[in-house]
């Protein structure tokens, strides 16, 4: 079988220098269940700080997960939230060191690693998150997520679809709605995705040479 059916564009360039936020998609657009997860298993190929991959996603695709997302949007985000065909939304796992052990117990299982090399990684980082406090818990989580929302918006373009990320929506709210443990569980963003409706309005970057230094 092939895994990546549904990769249908393999043109990086056109992938990332013609992604553009889309704010309204075709209503009547469905993405099944089983391609979701397929780019959500693309996405998250991406890089995580220690390997903790501290993301966790929640879909709304039916009516009923659409509405809870439509609660907890900033109104200006209606639109696109309204006529996506999946609003995923972010979020950061602060406690993802607790389940660290499995990823490296499963790369020993498969010869990836020696049982020493394990043990290695778990003396090194497991202290750092099992001792830290609140803020680099949130802080790491939320790198973590950012890159594989990154690279959901990219995938999303390689499947066909067009995305908007947004974090305009009541933070505070998020967790509760979604009904995750909110001690457990941070917002980072979430990403509208659907087939577009109508054209996207080319935003404007600041040249390269004021936000670079050489050293
Ligand atoms: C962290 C983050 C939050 C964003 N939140 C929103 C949002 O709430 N609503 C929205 O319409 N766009 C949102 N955007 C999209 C930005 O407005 C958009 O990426 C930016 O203007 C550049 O345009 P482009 O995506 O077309 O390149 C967000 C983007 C990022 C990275």
Same mark, same amino acid.
């Given at each position: 079988?092939?895994?990546?059916?549904?990769?249908?564009?393999?043109?990086?360039?056109?992938?990332?220098?013609?992604?553009?936020?889309?704010?309204?998609?075709?209503?009547?657009?469905?993405?099944?269940?089983?391609? *979701?997860?397929?780019?959500?298993?693309?996405?998250?190929?991406?890089?995580?700080?220690?390997?903790?991959?501290?993301?966790?996603?929640?879909?709304?695709?039916?009516?009923?997960?659409?509405?809870?997302?439509?609660?907890?949007?900033?109104?200006?985000?209606?639109?696109?939230?309204?006529?996506?065909?999946?609003?995923?939304?972010?979020?950061?796992?602060?406690?993802?060191?607790?389940?660290?052990?499995?990823?490296?117990?499963?790369?020993?299982?498969?010869?990836?690693? $020696?049982?020493?090399?394990?043990?290695?990684?778990?003396?090194?980082?497991?202290?750092?998150?099992?001792?830290?406090?609140?803020?680099?818990?949130?802080?790491?989580? $939320? *790198?973590?997520?950012?890159?594989?929302?990154?690279?959901?918006?990219?995938?999303?373009?390689?499947?066909?679809?067009?995305?908007?990320?947004?974090?305009?929506?009541?933070?505070?709210?998020?967790?509760?709605?979604?009904?995750?443990?909110?001690?457990?569980?941070?917002?980072?963003?979430?990403?509208? *995705?659907?087939?577009?409706?109508? $054209?996207?309005?080319?935003?404007?970057?600041?040249?390269?040479?004021?936000?670079?230094?050489?050293?």
């Amino acid at each position: 079988m092939d895994e990546t059916k549904n990769l249908i564009n393999n043109d990086f360039k056109d992938i990332m220098l013609n992604r553009h936020s889309y704010r309204k998609f075709q209503k009547d657009v469905v993405i099944s269940r089983e391609e *979701i997860s397929e780019m959500l298993e693309e996405a998250i190929s991406a890089p995580s700080a220690c390997n903790l991959q501290s993301w966790y996603f929640v879909v709304c695709d039916d009516a009923k997960g659409k509405e809870k997302a439509h609660s907890v949007m900033m109104p200006f985000n209606y639109p696109q939230v309204d006529s996506a065909s999946a609003v995923i939304f972010i979020l950061g796992d602060t406690q993802s060191h607790l389940k660290y052990r499995d990823v490296w117990n499963k790369a020993c299982e498969n010869g990836q690693i $020696t049982p020493e090399e394990r043990d290695k990684v778990f003396k090194t980082f497991l202290p750092l998150y099992e001792h830290a406090d609140r803020s680099f818990l949130e802080k790491d989580a $939320t *790198i973590d997520g950012s890159m594989a929302a990154m690279q959901l918006l990219l995938v999303a373009r390689a499947h066909g679809y067009e995305a908007n990320p947004m974090s305009g929506y009541f933070f505070d709210k998020v967790v509760d709605a979604f009904g995750l443990d909110s001690k457990r569980y941070i917002p980072i963003t979430a990403v509208a *995705i659907g087939k577009p409706e109508g $054209t996207f309005t080319k935003s404007v970057r600041y040249d390269v040479k004021d936000v670079t230094d050489f050293m």
